[in-house]
Every structure is written in C-alpha cells, then in structure tokens.
C-alpha cells in the first residue's frame, strides 16, 4: 500500500507540474504581445484621441527593385488616397499615406515595416510589388499585429502561413500556374477525339523552362495531355517547329506560345499560314503582346480568333468602378491601368472600408472587418472566404487564407478582323466571361 501511495502521490506531482509547464507555455504568446504593444507603445486606439488616420504603403521606388511598378503603384495609391477624401475621409476624419521605398530587398522590408509600426504610427499597412519582401514585412506586421493588404505578391507562403493579420488581393502563384490548365479544361476536347491535348511551345530561356514546368505539373492534373517544343528567341524561321507540330500523332486542342516580345509575331504568323490554328480543330493561344492590337493586326492579318491571356481587369468587362479609374489613370500614363495599378487602387480603399466598417482602430477589429469583405471595387467583388470562421485547409490549400479568389485572370479573344482589343471578348472565368461560353469555334 505504501508503494502504491507512493506512486500515486509521484503520478500527481509530475501532472501537476506538466500541466503548470502547459499554461506557462500557452501564456508566453500573451506575455509577447504585451511586449511587442509596450515596444511599439505609438498607437492610438481611440479615434477621438487622432487627428488623421495613418496608413503605410511600401513600394520598391529605387534599384534593385521594380522603380516602374513602385511608381505606377504610388500614383494609384494618392489616387485612391483622393476618392477617400472626397467620400469624407475615414472615420470622417483626414486619411494620410506614409510611403516608403523597400528598394525590393528583404532587408529593407523589415527595416520600413518596424519603422511604419513602431515609429510613425501607422494603424495599417498596404502595398508592396516583391514577395521576398512581403515574406519579411509579414512577419512584423504579425509580431505587432497590424493589418495588412498586399497587393502584387504572389507567393503562397506570404497567405499560407495563416497570420490574422495578413491578407493578398494579388493571384497566388498557384492561380497563375493552374491558369491555363483550368480554361482549357472548362473548354474540353475541342476537336471531338477523345481526348484533351496542349502543345507548349516555349523560348529555350529560364522564363520557357518555367512554362514548361508548369504546364507538365498542372496540366495533368485536370486530366489533360501536355507535351513541349522549344524554340530560340534569335529564330524567325519556325519550319521546322511546323514540320513537327504536322507529325505529331495526336491533333492539338490547343496550342500555347510560351516566347516572349516579338519572337512570338513570326512563328504565331507561320502557324497560321500552315493553317494549325485557329481553326476548328485546334485554338491558337498568343503571347500577351497580342494585345497592342495595331501591331498585331500589321504583322498578323490573318489572326482572327486567336486567344491572349491577360491578369487584371479588361475595358470589355470591367465594372463601372474600374471604368472610372481607368479613365483617371489614362489622363496620367495614356494606357490602360496595369494590374498592380488595380491592385493598389483597391488595397488602400479596401483597408479605408473596413477601418469604417470596424469603426475603431483595435487592429482585431479592423481584422475582422477585413474578414467580412463583400465590395465591388475597381477590379471586381471582394470576399475572404477562407478565414478565422471558415478557414483554409484539407481539400482548400493552405493559401487560400485571406486570399481573395476572384482575381481576375481572363483569356480573351478576338472575335473579327481588325478589331480593338480593347472589344476583345472575355472567354474566361465565366465571373468576367462576356460571352456564352469559354470558346468561340471559327466560322470556317
């Protein structure tokens, strides 16, 4: 009996002492966060107790980063920071933006994103063109938890990692990756022989090697056959790529053109003049430089019905509010808005609608009125479904988390001679898809 008293009292103890270990370790996150709020120390939470609503913006504005995209996203930002004004501000209080330059480095990123928190203050931040960036400036933010909209990242891991504080408006990696997988899929075996089949034909460059590798992971995945033909960039003479595509066993659903600038002109226009595609038995996929429609047309005036995929809104289904942004856009850089020009348009008036909504500056406030997201903007209808009420995960990857799903990654097509691309029909996603179906067969 004393044996066995002595083993229980020894068994109580050590659960005792386990259970005192497991609470010590649930609360050290709570002893961090007082650390790390004590550490940032700036921050009103109370709107009464502020002047104007605070919000940083990092953006690579110097080598070696992105200085075209920083700036194109600088001017979409004072842009957004003006419709703001005009709708009264947020919290009816004046907005003001804090820019930083993450000079694209990782370092830098870390450096800004203390700097906008701990010293200026900031109640959120949005932006950022490079996702090696990103990856750092998250994690600040998630140290002192400060919501953030990312705008043109895309790597998985930055929405993954499954931090509150985190959201992306930019595709995911895998959303570009899958793009053409998934479109042809939806248009099915084009040309009635059992079978679904893509041809990649792809520069013999890093980007080409990149294509092919994607296409042979994703393409099978949605139960089509894939197979690749490289090519040079310093080549005008595609004879021999037209001799191969002519003996290949199977007939293509499709074909993409992986070549990059005006490579792809000459051997788009030789597959025509065989007469592989476009037709009825086979879709020509173009390089998006098949978009600057007066080119295109000059150099390839038999190149009705080719189709070209785009990321970002279109002139021919964008809403109303993107129609009134470009416009805006156009009268500064006479083009229409790039993608990360949306996208950082959008990011700022999305944190500015949900500081309202949340009415406070609690950054768990602003979170969860991130999370309750249903707005047209600019680029389309912003929702979060996959968050702290319905997370990510099992059958929906991991950077599905605060991910906005309806990017707009479109194929567009041209549906008559000489026509502007601008009047392109939108094939897919049948979200912005302008016409009946997500591929319009030649009449001929």
Known sequence: MITLQFRWKYITLVTIVLTMLSACQQSTPVVDNLATSMERGCAATNISDVDEIVIGVTLPLSAPGSVTGGQVMETAYNMAVENIEAQGGILGKPVRIIVHDTKGTPEEGTNVAKKLITEECVVAIVGEY??????????????????????????????AKGYPEIFRIAPASTFTAQMDAKWLAEAGDYNNDGEIFALIIAENSSYGEGQIEKAEKWFPEFGIQVDTLTVSVLEDDFSDVITTIKKLVSVPDAIFIKVT????????????????APSKQTILVANQI????ETYWNLIPEGNYVVVPRIGPWPSSVNVLGAEFAERYETKFAKWPEPYAFEAYDSLLLMASAINRANS????????????????????????????????????????WHQWPDVPLLFLQYTSPNQHSNDMAVIWPETYRTVSSPIIRPEH
Do not use: C
């Not at 490579?263 to 065989?274: D, K, N, R, V």
């Not at 309750?372 to 680029?379: H, P, Q, R, V, Y």
């Open 130 to 159: 490079h996702s090696a960036v990103a990856l750092t400036i998250m994690e600040e933010a998630h140290r002192y938890q400060v919501p953030v909209i990312f705008a043109e990242t895309y790597n998985d891991d930055i929405t």
């Open 361 to 400: 500056l609690e950054a768990s406030a602003i979170i969860q009125a991130l999370e309750e997201t249903d707005i047209d903007l600019a680029s389309g209808h912003y929702t979060f479904p996959y968050q702290a009420n319905n997370p990510a995960g099992g059958f929906v990857p991991e950077f599905m």
């Open 261 to 276: 600038g005006e490579t792809s002109y000459p051997l788009e226009q030789q597959i025509i003049a065989a007469k592989l």
């Open 290 to 293: 098949a978009l600057d429609h």
